[in-house]
């Protein structure tokens, strides 16, 4: 498998799109790395509704 590094500002709208069909076909596989000197986002939930469930994040130093 090949791996590309795009700035997220490079991507429009439509390339999100076709990314998330791939992902949900298990064609692709993408992570969202972001450098900042605060935690962000301070937490990421599943779905609106759900605030017990949240998504796994690791930090990478």
Do not use: C, G
């Not at 791996?3 to 439509?14: G, K, T, V």
């Not at 596989?29 to 599943?46: G, N, Q, R, S």
């Amino acid at each position: 498998m090949t791996m590309w590094r795009y700035q997220l500002l490079d991507l429009s709208e439509q390339h999100f799109r076709q990314l998330r069909l791939l992902i949900k076909l298990n064609r692709a596989e993408a992570y969202v790395i972001v450098k900042t000197e605060k935690p962000w986002p301070p937490e990421i939930l599943l779905h609106p509704r759900q605030h017990t469930t949240k998504i796994a994040r690791d930090a990478i130093n």
